[in-house]
């Protein structure tokens, strides 16, 4: 097979081209010419575009202030300083209530069991111990007798009291009470 030259390209005998940017016409071997030739076209409209982009300063301040808006964007994902009193919580759900007389589902227990102290808690082996009591007494199967803990304070500075206990318990047995 005898080959002239076109383009650049090397074409084989028996092969008709339509202009410089037309399509070949090939009877053999067309698989081999049309990627000899697609790949001799994007090679001249690459460097023809490479050679518009140079010359053209709007392009580059364009490409300029594209990276430099990229950058300030990634550099502004950034976590913020969390003040060190905060606690953050991840639950799968909201609670119900607040309310640990009230909220029984697992959220809000799990929500109650970080913001409120009960009298006693259980160990890691479940045993009971102390907790806003410090200790405590049964003197017969239907009393228990607990002695609070001193310096315990609410959330306002106000004192614990056994009145405050003491309404706990009654406005859990008795929901009708004032303030419910």
């Keep these: 097979m005898s080959e002239g030259a076109h383009d650049g390209l090397k074409i084989p005998s028996g092969a008709k081209a339509q202009g410089s940017n037309g399509a070949w016409d090939v009877r053999a071997e067309a698989r081999t010419l049309h990627w000899s030739f697609a790949v001799a076209k994007a090679r001249s409209f690459c460097l ?3 050679a518009r982009l140079k010359s053209c300063p709007v392009t580059k301040l364009s490409c300029i202030c594209l990276v430099l808006a990229a950058v300030i964007v990634i550099a502004g994902c950034h976590a913020t300083q969390r003040d060190p009193g905060t606690v953050v919580v991840l639950i799968e759900s909201s609670p119900a209530n607040l309310d640990p007389r009230v909220g029984t589902d697992a959220q ?3 929500i109650d069991g970080l913001l409120f102290d009960g ?3 259980r160990d890691a082996h479940f045993n009971f111990v102390p907790a806003l009591a410090e200790r405590w007494e049964q003197p017969d199967p ?28 009654e406005s859990m047995l008795n929901p009708k009470m004032p303030g419910e």
Excluded at 145 to 168: Q, Y
Aim: charged residues 20%; without cysteine; hydrophobic residues 50%.
């Design 48 to 50: 023809a575009f490479s």
């Design 108 to 110: 809000s227990e799990r």
């Design 119 to 121: 009298l006693v808690a």
């Design 142 to 169: 239907l009393t228990l007798k607990f002695t609070l803990r001193g310096g315990v304070r609410f959330h306002d500075g106000r004192a614990l009291t056994a009145a405050d206990v003491a309404f706990t318990i």
